[in-house]
């Protein structure tokens, strides 16, 4: 079994000055020609991929598959029992929407676990579950080709074989796949739905030259700019069959209301939509907490128990009750409180890292102010996991700098059945999210030592 610090370590002694100011200039100058940017900043910062050894990412495979079991179940006994239900906190209009037959079978099409993975031990702990709207497939694929083509992997594919893992191939077929279920029987005119605003628009480009290349007519369509008229939905005259939905659910209904076109035309089966209204019920902070609390252990099966217990940290709606802590019953509010060292609170229905509170950077005041804000509105409480760190390179000030970077495992899940590639982004903030203001993006390459 090879060795990935050793690896890391070849990498890196590659990088002679000469070669990483290479390296960068080829680097800064492909991130502006395919437009690898989040709003005005560039994606990648640093000058070395994410490596996984195969075992360790078989491992990530391997892993996941009874975690999805376990998600899919909850999903569907909570469109089956609102008592329930009601332990994911959500809203009326919410409840409305979820009750919407989407024509294909699974809740979540597309989707990716966040993580946190110490390969030194195989330590792999899921501190989120991105259920609605996974960006940075597209993102991913190209700065894979971009990193292929850098002067100091020319030298590292001479020790090393380095194997990608794209995505942007199977968001298509899960798309296509969720059509054809759906009832389309034609090639679907596909619409990549969001606001114009956002700072993935560069992504969508991405996508579109993806799809057209494979033969499918696409358009980034603004959902101010789509009409329902005559039982079809179109933005301008180009008819809108298959939705691949980049906006979130909760913008859409706060802007365009529950008679926005897209909801009337999902509702009456005119158009196929991914993910689909039901994926709300996932990506709500609380389905990790449905999974983690003692009160629904009977659902899942052995191997799914033993999943949630190894990968899944303990989690639980932020609420007046009794619970089990490593398997002791405590009165959860005055836990939160007396722990606050071991805990984080996240808001129910956020993304972006925003309403995040770490309470090992918090103190006593602001600490309990938040555990009081939690209480009014829905929120989870979960426990600390350790953030692992690798070295990475990068050029700072016009030379190489070689330090620390905590970072994420948020490997791509299809079908809402198996895992498919992997997004590692970097940061020297705790919360290590991009859309959160910093950090970087990396490709995520599969390596073995050339024999």
């Known amino acids: 079994m090879m060795a990935l610090p050793g690896a890391i370590r070849a990498y890196h002694d590659l990088l002679t000055d000469e070669l990483a100011l290479e390296s960068q200039g080829q680097l800064d100058d492909q991130l502006r020609r395919r437009g690898l940017y989040f709003g005005e900043r560039p994606l990648c910062t640093v000058l070395r991929p994410r490596f996984l050894t195969p075992e360790q990412y078989n491992y990530l495979r391997r892993a996941i598959r009874p975690l999805l079991r376990a998600f899919d179940k909850i999903s569907r006994a909570a469109i089956l029992d609102a008592d329930f239900r009601r332990q994911f906190g959500l809203f009326d209009w919410e409840e409305e929407l ?3 037959d989407p024509g294909f079978y699974s809740h979540t099409p597309l989707t990716r676990l966040d993580a946190f993975f110490v390969t030194a031990n195989n330590e792999l702990r899921f501190t989120e579950y991105n259920a609605e709207v996974p960006a940075a497939s597209a993102y991913n694929d190209v700065l894979t080709e971009v990193f292929y083509g850098l002067p100091v992997m020319g030298e590292f594919l001479k020790q090393y074989v380095v194997r990608p893992l794209p995505t942007r191939h199977s968001v298509l077929h899960v798309l296509l796949d969720a059509y054809r279920q759906w009832g389309g029987q034609d090639k679907p005119q596909i619409a ?3 606001w114009r605003e956002v700072p993935t628009q560069s992504e969508f480009e991405l996508f579109i030259q993806y799809f057209q290349s494979q033969g499918y007519d696409c358009l980034i369509v603004d959902p101010r700019d789509v009409e329902y008229r005559n039982g079809r939905l179109y933005c301008g005259d180009f008819h809108i069959n ?3 939905k980049r906006v979130l659910i909760t913008e859409l209904i706060e802007r365009g209301g529950l008679d926005h076109p897209v909801v009337q035309a999902v509702r009456d089966h005119a158009v196929c939509m991914v993910n689909p209204f039901r994926c ?5 902070k609380t389905s990790l907490a449905v999974l983690s609390d003692e009160r629904n252990a009977h659902l899942f099966n052995e191997a ?3 999943a949630i217990h190894t990968h899944i940290p303990w989690t639980r709606r932020v609420e007046e009750r009794k619970t089990l802590y490593g398997g002791l019953p405590v009165d959860l509010v005055p ?3 007396k722990y606050k060292d071991q805990l984080v609170l996240k808001p129910n229905d956020d993304y972006g890292g925003r309403g995040i509170v770490l309470g090992w950077q918090t103190n006593t005041s602001g600490w309990e102010k938040a555990v009081a804000e939690a209480l009014k ?23 190489l700098q070689i330090y620390d970077r905590m970072l994420d495992t948020a490997p791509f899940i299809f079908h809402g059945d198996y895992v498919d590639g992997c997004l590692t982004r970097l940061s020297t903030d705790p919360l290590l999210n991009v859309s959160a203001g910093g950090g970087s993006s990396v490709p995520t390459f599969v390596i073995e030592k050339r024999e």
């Open 242 to 244: 298959l939705i691949y």
């Open 98 to 100: 979820i009750q919407i």
């Open 192 to 194: 990549i739905l969001d």
């Open 335 to 337: 836990f939160i409180l």
């Open 280 to 284: 709300k019920i996932l990506y709500k």
């Open 377 to 399: 509105t829905p929120h989870i409480v979960q426990e600390r996991v350790i953030i692992p760190t690798e070295p990475y390179p990068s050029i700072v000030d016009g030379r």
């Open 304 to 306: 799914e128990l033993t």
